[in-house]
């Protein structure tokens, strides 16, 4: 819930904005900390594309956490923020020589590899530097998740990974390289996962590939599964911090790990996701002979989620406090598809009400564009 004090410190700033709230952000990071104390070798790298504001980061990396980037701007922006080159992992399908070559330079922990020319340009990159890179194989387990199909990735008709029918000539081909150090596997099932039998299915299968790999004298030294957790989109106030007990002990009781094997994850909407609010004002309520429509200054290029993904945040008028009516909650966009949500129950909405998009800390603000020319939203963390 938002306090009158917040709700003041919105009236002075241009909207639409993403509002952060620090304390969420702040108890979200601790919690996530006192879980991994539990866990011997568990360690955390925050997947930057679900937020990459850097008043946020900044946060994020007093913790001591890594990050998972998957793209070499994300690697600069980490390093930016203040990040241990040593904590960050490089994932993507794409990684053109550029990044390629900033991670090397970095030192970055490694390069989760997808494909087997992409072993082949990360040892010549690595040879023309001097350097030798470490590489973790991230496998297709072909595990579905009980997700929107836009964010399933573990699948094998996703564009993803390695199949697990190759993992093995990989992992020869790998050392076999002079300029290449294989050290891991990765995982990564998709996004916006909230039933841990998910999380179980993924760790079945790991242990089925080290006992593979066991057979055959291969030992690996890491073990990373990826991130997905999800949050509670529809209670943002009752839930506003993930059950990320429950998540990592799915993972210490089902997942087989070997001594002194170390378990990373890549958790990014389950940190940030809770913390943030877009922030809009109601520019005109359009009445229409079958509906009624709020129509506010943020749209689709400031949170494409609900356009993209058919996604729903909770929607609140701050402003008011008369008897509720019914109204589609639309934006500016000469699109159909720049509606926030249809047949909202909110107080009485007038001209100049404050409207908040809960649960909008996670691909938000990053994925925010300038369609229509229109200006990108700026995020205040406080």
Known sequence: ??????????????????????????????????????????????????????????????????????????IQQALNAGFDASKIVYAGVGKADWEINLGLDAGIFCFNVESEPELQIINELAAAKGKVARVAFRINPNVGAHTHANITTGLAENKFGIAMEDMEL???????????????????????????????????????????LEKQGVVVK???????????????DGKPVPDFGKYFDTYAQNLKLR????????????????????????????????KQFAIVDAGMSDLIRPALYDAHHEIQNL??????????????????????????????????DIIALRSAGAYGEIMACQYNCRKLPKGYLF
């Not at 999380?199 to 080290?210: G, M």
């Not at 990014?268 to 005109?284: E, W």
């Open 170 to 212: 990989a992992i020869k081909e790998a050392q076999e390289l002079p300029n290449v150090e294989f050290i891991g596997l990765h995982f990564h099932i998709g996004s916006q996962i909230l039933e841990m039998d998910d999380f179980v299915a993924l760790s079945n299968r790991i242990n089925e590939l080290q006992d593979r």
């Open 259 to 290: 001594e002194g094997q170390q378990l990373h994850c890549e958790l990014g909407r389950a940190v940030v996701g809770q913390m943030g609010s877009l922030i809009t004002k109601v520019l005109y309520v359009k009445q229409c002979h079958i």
């Open 1 to 74: 819930m938002f306090t009158q004090e917040q709700i003041q410190k919105f009236n002075g700033i241009e909207t639409p904005f993403y509002y952060y709230d620090k304390k969420v952000l702040d108890d979200t990071l601790q919690t996530i900390q006192q879980e991994l104390a539990k866990h011997s070798g568990y360690h955390l790298h925050y997947a930057i594309k679900a937020n990459a504001n850097i008043d946020v980061l900044k946060e994020i990396q007093k913790m001591g956490f890594g990050v998972d980037a998957v793209s070499g701007g994300e």
């Open 319 to 352: 402003s008011s406090t008369e008897a509720e009516e019914t109204y589609d909650v639309v934006g500016p966009i000469c699109e159909s598809s720049d509606v926030f949500g249809k047949d909202e129950k909110l107080p009485k909405c007038h001209r100049g």
């Open 222 to 236: 890491n073990i990373n599964v990826g991130g997905g957790l999800g949050i509670y989109y529809t209670d943002p």
